[in-house]
């Protein structure tokens, strides 16, 4: 008797170590790791919070920030490298590189803005950002890429909230840093230099390719996280409003920074439901195969898709070896999988590269420059904080959205994503014209309009490339669109906002009868620091809008057609693969049956 009531708990133990293991080596736990990783990777999004602690401590003028400014979404967008190296080595190990990254670039600015070290020269400091701000790339070419990979019939729906998770980031860490460093503004520097990294690094057996078998409930699982992810939103937002109106305590702070915390683990709770769930299939399975949805795969195929000589799908094509440079000029069809240099020299990604680098460049220009544009405009300090919170809030809302309607109303009505992209663009100007002529309170509502477009323009543009050139070297293709963000950040930025503002800084201060003494920062006051730069920004992003037109005009027959056909298709010579599963969780038996289409 005693021994029968002692082997419930032990069948019970035996339950649960098989889901865990189940839940850890399965395809949803991937998505939630990289949710956790995705959630601390938008340090660059955060420059405009801790770039007067820059600019103070080092004596720089609105020039000087913009050039490091530069330099940050230099290295935040020049990922071809992490691309390349995602090509040759499994995903572990890009990860490990941008947390090596990560923790030197952040940290030794920390040193440099603390005192701590002699102060750099210039460009020390912009070797240390751009290497500190290059690890975002890293960590979302190992996990997002991954990710899309895996679940190539949901792209649009894994791009959009994967970059949303990173559009929240911002206020996500600022959560944290109040209950971790209170108003010590330059420890968030240390906090976004250690923080990443160590996510990263506790995580990096757990990311890596699988087959991509589109799961029956697949769609409904991403809404579920939607949903998790839609309410952390709304409790941020929330946070936001109330600090600002409320004096909050470091141990309130903590509070709060445990509710988000919680909201951020909670997708685990999907993922060990959708894990129990298959387990339960498995053991169906067992007595009556029949209801249960055989997955194919290629009887030789490898988990990495980078290693075996099949489409992303799983298909075997026929295999034509052709070095790298022979028929640059002689692309597949759309949708095909494009080599690396035909996709780089075809006229659709130069146009693409263009319109986003004018929409990309100018909403960019305005989330760095949002301390510089509050101050100047004359609101509170608590005020900026809120801009950029509500930056980062409506920066996920925009990825989300782009993600998951622009694949809706594509799959529903055959609306190309090309046309969102372009309606984007147009929105986008309407928060540089409250910018450029300092609409009373205009920039809370600028910050909502700026954050959400520049959200789903990302989502949107590496959507568009994946369906455009195909998956095989998606990773280096999605780096080589975020090329497009340092070149119209340098232009509408450096050499337009900085030089702008630095101008209109020294004329008020030549009319006041002084002189600028040396090492000593321009500050400049009124609407009119911004105003011209922003009309230009405004004019830019139109232009891209146009461009953009283009696009839309070669690619919407291919947008009427099935873009995903090529995922749903059996071909000849694929095996049929189920796991027999024992009711203890273990596998005991395999069965393979051949079938061909």
């Not at 290295?75 to 923790?103: C, D, H, K, Q």
């Not at 206020?171 to 944290?176: E, P, V």
């Not at 301390?371 to 608590?382: A, E, F, V």
Request: glycine residues 8%.
């Amino acid at each position: 008797m005693v021994a029968a009531n002692g082997g419930v708990p032990h069948r019970s133990m035996a339950f649960i170590k098989s889901l865990t293991i189940q839940v850890i080596t399965g395809h949803w736990f991937v998505v939630f790791v990289s949710f956790l990783i995705m959630a601390a990777s938008g340090a660059t999004y955060m420059f405009g919070l801790y770039s007067p602690d820059i600019k103070t401590s080092l004596g720089y003028d609105q020039s000087t920030l913009n050039l490091l400014s530069f330099f940050k979404d230099l290295g935040g967008n020049l990922g071809v490298i992490s691309g390349l190296v995602n090509e040759i080595t499994p995903p572990w190990v890009v990860l490990a590189m941008g947390s090596v990254l990560n923790f030197f670039g952040y940290f030794m600015i920390w040193l440099a803005v603390t005192g701590k070290i002699k102060k750099p020269q210039l460009w020390n400091m912009c070797f240390y950002i751009c290497i500190g701000a290059n690890s975002q790339s890293f960590s979302n070419t190992g996990s997002l890429v991954t990710c899309v990979k895996n679940f190539p019939q949901s792209r649009g729906v894994v791009l959009g909230i994967l970059k949303g998770y990173v559009g929240l980031s911002g206020a996500i860490i600022t959560q944290l840093y109040f209950a971790f460093y209170y108003n010590d503004t330059k420890a968030l520097i240390l906090l976004i230099a250690w923080l990443p990294a160590a996510i990263s690094f506790v995580f990096l057996q757990t990311i890596r390719y699988m087959k991509p078998v589109k799961q029956p409930n697949e769609l409904s699982v991403f809404y579920k996280f939607l949903y998790i992810s839609l309410g952390l939103a709304g409790f941020l937002l929330v946070m936001i409003i109330v600090q600002k109106k409320i004096y909050f305590t470091q141990s309130e702070y903590g509070v709060s920074a445990a509710v988000v915390l919680f909201l951020l683990f909670l997708p685990l709770a999907v993922v060990f439901g959708e894990q129990f769930k298959i387990q339960q299939s498995q053991k169906l399975a067992f007595f009556d195969p029949s209801p249960v949805k055989i997955a194919t795969e290629a009887e030789n195929g490898n988990d990495n898709p980078n290693s075996r000589s099949l489409s992303t799908s799983g298909v075997p094509k026929e295999v034509v070896e052709t070095k790298s440079w022979q028929n640059i000029f002689s692309p597949p069809e759309r949708g095909e999988d494009y080599t690396i240099l035909q996709a780089l020299f075809s006229i659709d990604m130069i146009i693409l590269f263009v319109a986003t680098t004018c929409g990309v460049g100018g909403t960019l220009t305005a989330i760095d420059n949002l301390g510089q544009i509050g101050t100047s405009l004359g609101y509170p300090k608590t005020s900026i904080s809120t801009f950029v919170s509500l930056v980062s809030i409506w920066n996920y809302l925009g990825r989300v959205f782009s993600g998951f309607v622009s694949e809706h109303i594509l799959t529903k009505y055959k609306f190309p994503r090309t046309v969102m992209l372009t309606l984007t663009l147009l929105l986008s100007c309407v928060g540089h014209i409250l910018i450029a002529f300092d609409v009373p309170n205009g920039l809370y509502a600028a910050s909502v309009i700026i954050g959400f477009c520049f959200g789903a323009q990302w989502s949107l543009v590496f959507a568009i490339i994946s369906e455009l050139f195909g998956l095989k070297y998606y990773a280096t293709l999605y780096n080589f669109g975020g090329v497009a963000s340092p070149i119209g950040l340098y232009v509408l930025n450096v050499r337009v906002t900085g030089h702008l503002y630095d101008k209109e800084a020294m004329r008020q201060l030549v009319a006041s009868g002084f002189k600028r003494k040396v090492g000593q920062e321009l500050n400049c006051v009124g609407a009119s620091c911004f105003k011209l730069s922003f009309i230009i920004i405004t004019a830019v992003t139109i232009f891209g809008a146009i461009v953009s037109l283009i696009l839309v005009a070669r690619t919407i027959k291919f947008y009427k057609g099935d873009i995903y056909k090529r995922y749903k298709e059996p071909s000849e010579g694929t095996t049929v693969e189920m796991a027999v599963v024992h009711n203890s969780g273990e596998r005991v038996e395999e069965l393979k049956v051949g079938m061909r289409s």
